[in-house]
């Protein structure tokens, strides 16, 4: 009976193993990942990895054992939710003892794009009969602060207007889903994931320029003028769909504030997004 980690070798992937391996020994932590050589760093630290792809469903087969607590990180192609149900079918038939899934903040609730193959996981691990755990995660900090380069280039241009974003850490999602996998009693809940204070991109982009010392501002524009930004900065036509999308959300108040879960779960303040801007403007 292990703990099961999917898309290990991901950004949150990466971070759950560390956190798991803060908590219980090697032996009782599996990585499932695409690429043994991605891989290489966790099997080094003594986890198990096994070879499995969400596209193959034969390989997936072979992936849990009766009595695992899985792990479900969410995908990234667009069929993702063909692919999760592949995955909960194989953990079903494998008899596993628990499933967790990386949803998103709302759950139900979250009326954007984005959200639609979140919500139809959520709703096969229900109709598996599976024991399960929802993580509702909000955003990344690291969304905005992984593009800071660009940022003190040209600034900042989005349609999300005045709405707040309760962002965190991503290594605070990752330790929410540690405690989870690793506690008792968090059977059949959802956990609205967020960080303790949201802020405004405005707020964001005075952040920035205040940490590095460079003229850098959000210009709020209509999604018409936001989306041929984007498409002159080469973003590809469906992601252009979905980032407009996703500014329609903050502006309607959907990634901002639901609570005090994450900080419960893991036993501190969530990471400030200021903190997260000085990491990115060290790196």
Known sequence: MSIVVTAATGHLGTLVIDELLRRVPAAEVVAVARNAEKAAPIAERGVEVRIADYNDPEAFAKAFGAGDTVLLISGMDPNRRDQHRMVIAAAKDAGVARIAYTSVLGGQEADFELAADHLATEQAVLDSGLPYTF???????????????????????????????????????????????????????????????????????????RQSGKDVAYRNVPSEEHARALTAAGVPAPYVGVLLDIDGAVVRGLLGSRGSDLAGLIGRPTTPVADSIAAALKS
Do not use: C, P
Request: hydrophobic letters at 45%.
């Open 135 to 209: 993580l509702r995660n909000g955003w990344y900090n690291e969304v905005y602060t992984d593009q800071i380069a660009g940022q003190l280039a040209h600034g900042i241009i989005g349609s999300a207007g005045d709405g707040r974003i309760a962002s965190a850490a991503r290594r605070d999602y990752a330790a929410a889903a540690a405690v989870v996998l690793t506690g008792d009693g968090h059977e059949k809940k959802a956990y609205e994931l967020n960080g303790d204070v949201s802020w405004t991109m405005a707020e964001y982009a005075a952040e920035v320029a």
